[in-house]
């Protein structure tokens, strides 16, 4: 199907159980947005629902979600019918905080640890979203990293209210049917989902804080759930109540709501950032002293199979070694690096493009001569990865002030694919494929 509607299809983005996830262009306007069309995986699961049911479930997530207005909840921008199927219309994002940490299909593997502060700023968006859904009765019962996406601006937007409970009604009565995905979901969804109250968010926000900070699930180790300080020393013993007790077997002893784990959360933070600021510190661990080589300029494809190989990256994406960089501000507008023989923006172009906005961003730049020069061009990952510095628990606060701090994703030249392109990301030091149609900010670049 190449048309929903009047939305053309441009290509899936994923499938659960109930639906398939399309990016799709609007009509007029050309505005890139997600198309949530009802495609049940399962006959099976059709036979025991009846299509009736599933489309009166379907439908009535888009009522739910249009209901609901807050800045950390997606919006529903239309919902019509196609070819006798129902679809969603929403606003398209092409980060998340499954590609961020980098969960692979089997969840139980490793991610990438992130920043206390940047954990910190998810959680409490998320627990914010939660606070007003939860005002309006909707428990969502299936908060996982892929189901909160990130804006251009890097806030979270709750997407998928399909297994959704709204005020105490159990909408998908099937016996056998899983509510919620491994891990994330909270005991009593397996064992009771119809009495799954809002205390089966906050377990799930317990094991998101829980995979942020350490990189790992929380699996109980003789008995009980290793602390997160156990696994990661630096994050401080402040974060283990918090996230040990949203993680209780028995709601009873979680958080009440999520405002109070919201309260805490930002309590635990505030403790963090004072003992971080007096004990900063920034390494340059590995740092390389020998003489660089020139990094690679022209911009070229670069297969996902190959990416590792050629640039050095470990099974997270983040570069094997770094390599110690001469970064100095130049001037308000630029930065030089006389190691690897490059001048950089320094603020960027100060907003989110897409990839072919990126290449006409550095077209306007030479137009100008901005800062006398009329040879700027977008990073080749080489070049990118010479600013990456190692990560650390405090780089929040300890890295030193060279690029604007409103940067965090980055666009290189290089592609992956007809519709990818490859980014870093400057703040959580690791490489990443994006949509072409996703945003990210431009810093150019020039030879010294």
């Known amino acids: 199907m190449m048309r929903a509607g009047r939305y053309e299809i441009l290509g899936r983005l994923g499938r659960g159980g109930m639906s398939t996830v399309y990016k799709a262009r609007a009509p007029l306007t050309g505005r890139i947005v997600a198309l949530k069309i009802l495609d049940p995986r399962d006959e099976l699961f059709v ?15 888009a009522r739910i979600m249009g209901g609901i207005s807050h800045a950390h909840v997606a919006e529903v921008i239309d919902c019509d019918e196609a070819e006798g199927r129902p679809f969603i219309v929403l606003e398209y994002y092409a980060h998340s ?3 961020l940490i980098g969960e692979a299909y089997r969840v139980e593997q490793q991610t990438r640890m992130i920043s206390v502060a940047k954990a910190s700023h998810y959680l409490i968006q998320t627990l914010k979203g939660l606070e007003r859904l939860h005002f309006s009765g909707i428990v969502h019962r299936d908060l996982k990293p892929f189901n909160l996406m990130l804006t251009n601006d890097d806030r979270i937007k709750i997407i998928d209210f399909g297994l959704s409970r709204v005020r105490g009604e159990e909408r998908m009565k099937i016996p056998g049917l899983q509510v919620g995905s491994p891990f ?18 906050i377990y799930s926000v317990g094991m998101l804080a829980y995979r942020l900070l350490t990189g790992r699930l929380a699996f109980a180790d003789q008995g009980s759930v290793p602390p997160p300080s156990r696994l990661r020393e630096e994050i401080g013993a402040g974060w283990d109540e918090v996230v040990l007790r949203s993680l209780a077997a028995e709601p009873m002893q979680r958080f009440a709501s999520a405002r109070l784990m919201r309260v805490a959360v930002e309590e635990v933070l505030a403790d963090w950032e004072r003992a971080s600021a007096e004990g900063c510190r920034f390494e340059e661990e590995d740092a390389d ?24 990256l470990d099974g997270l994406m983040r570069p094997g070694f770094y390599r110690q960089s001469l970064l100095q501000p130049v001037d308000d507008h630029l930065v030089r ?3 690897s023989g490059l001048i950089w923006q320094r603020r960027g172009s100060g907003f989110p493009l897409d990839w072919q906005q990126a290449k006409e961003y550095v077209e306007h730049l030479n137009g100008q001569c901005w800062e006398g020069r009329s040879d700027w061009r977008l990073p080749a990952l080489p070049e990118l990865l010479t600013i990456l510095r190692p990560p650390t628990v405090e780089r929040d606060f300890c890295l030193p002030v ?26 959580e030091c690791f490489v990443g494929r994006l949509d072409q149609d996703g945003a990210a900010s431009v810093c150019a670049v020039c030879t010294i």
């Open 337 to 339: 690096d006389d190691r």
């Open 289 to 312: 002293q020998e003489p660089w080589l020139i990094p690679r300029r022209e911009a070229k494809r670069i297969l996902l199979s190959e990416v590792q190989s050629e640039l050095g």
């Open 184 to 201: 994330y979901a909270a005991p009593e969804q397996e064992s009771w989902p119809e009495t799954a109250d809002e205390r089966a968010d």
């Open 402 to 427: 060279v690029f604007s701090r409103e940067i965090h994703w980055l666009w290189s030249s290089d592609w992956c694919s007809r519709r990818q392109a490859w980014m870093v990301d400057i703040v």
């Open 97 to 99: 905080l499954g590609t």
């Open 47 to 61: 036979d025991l629902a009846g299509e009736d049911r599933l489309r009166e479930v379907f439908v009535e997530e």
